[in-house]
DNA sequence: AAGGGTGTATTATTAATGCTAGTACACAGA
DNA sequence: TCTGTGTACTAGCATTAATAATACACCCTT
């Protein structure tokens, strides 16, 4: 379901919070579907049962999914999620639009960095 | 000249690493004007000089400084680094928007990211 | 009731890295 | 020669990611 880059410099527990994170937002992970066990998940992916914890107990603080003792952790409903998503990625834009506009970068040379994402 | 936030969690030679970049970018540092000293920089920021050299060493290697054995470090011409720098930055916007496009966001949304440093 | 699967908590240990500290050496210029 | 400069090296500290091992509580099925 999800895969590790050990040449990624962040940390792994990073990734795997990522990774949910996207799937849920698309989708591919629906409303109150199980996500692996921390054991399972954890072998599945050769690491310490206690890296995969870490990262699910991000994902539950952040509010992608939700915990209940004995039987697993499942994911929340991702409307609210998008939206949030969606006011992190503009301010992302922002930020770098901000620098780029600072050492001279044009308009046309921005729209070129967007363009082929573009339907038109 | 710059100034380190130790609220920021990025290691402290690459915030200096990155503040000369965008000085060296900008022109605020113009072609063959030298930077601080080692040591000067390390005191007046209250850093150990090991510190300011491995972020010297960083700009050396990436071409936005040269150094003069004796004297001190000085600035290279920005052009080619800016055309460089402009070709990070287009990167960056595309792999932003190939993420918010998968989770559903749409071009007006991805624009009014942008929209506010646009001129029009 | 028992057992297996689940999350949770705790402590200890290892490994990597950022940063500091201290020292030493070589070069440039006055 | 003296001062300021870059460079190199070793050592150590602090933080954090990650592992290891163990224990406990909950849920559900048998």
New interface residues.
């Given amino acids: 379901m999800i895969f590790i880059d050990l040449k990624d410099s962040r940390p792994i527990y990073e990734q795997v919070v990522e990774r949910f994170k996207?799937l849920i937002?698309?989708g591919v992970i629906e409303r109150d579907e199980k996500l692996p066990s921390v054991r399972n998940l954890a072998v599945e992916l050769s690491l310490n049962p206690n890296t995969i914890q870490r990262a699910y107990g991000e994902l539950e603080r952040q509010g992608y999914i939700y915990t209940v003792k004995g039987k697993g952790n499942f994911a929340s409903g991702s409307e609210k999620l998008?939206d949030r998503?969606?006011e992190e990625?503009?301010?992302?834009?922002?930020e770098?639009?901000?620098?780029?506009?600072?050492?001279?970068?044009t308009?046309e040379?921005?729209m070129?960095?967007?363009r082929?994402?573009?339907?038109i």
Same sequence: chains 1, 2.
């Fill in positions: 996207l937002l698309k998008i998503y969606k990625i503009q301010k992302q834009l922002r770098i639009c901000k620098t780029a506009i600072s050492i001279g970068m308009e040379e921005l070129n960095g967007i082929e994402w573009r339907k």
